[in-house]
């Protein structure tokens, strides 16, 4: 998410207790949405429904598990380390700061080699 986020639309999403919850639940660990169902004392229609809000604002980022004897399924880990707002003396200003994944920050250190 490059453009300065929608502070309604981000104020919104944070608002919903399923969506903080699954943020809180990815932090540490990627879940697959059928943990974060059970985690979570929710349906998984809605926790797929949150999950693709919450990459939509690039607060999750989706990866796809191989399985050799069966059917690849997709988890989910948080992207959000914080949220600041500030009152400016044009309104509010809203900060997002996000988790680098590793496989990222290697890139950009093997990129400024």
């Known amino acids: 998410m490059s453009d300065p986020p ?6 919104d999403l944070l608002a919903d207790d399923t969506a903080r919850q699954i943020l809180v639940e990815t932090r540490g660990q990627a879940r697959s949405a059928a943990e974060l169902s059970e985690r979570t004392g929710t349906s998984e229609p809605t926790v797929y429904r949150r999950l693709d ?6 607060l999750v980022a989706e990866e796809v ?7 690849n399924y997709s988890v989910y880990r948080a992207q ?11 309104g509010f200003e809203v900060t997002v700061s996000r988790r680098e994944r590793m496989a990222d920050r ?3 250190l093997v990129e400024d080699m």
Do not use: P
């Open 65 to 71: 598990q191989v399985v050799t004897d069966g059917k």
């Open 6 to 11: 929608d502070i309604a639309a981000l104020t």
């Open 106 to 108: 290697f890139t950009r």
């Open 53 to 58: 809000r919450l990459r939509e604002a690039d």
């Open 80 to 90: 959000l380390d914080g949220v600041a707002l500030d009152l400016t003396e044009d």
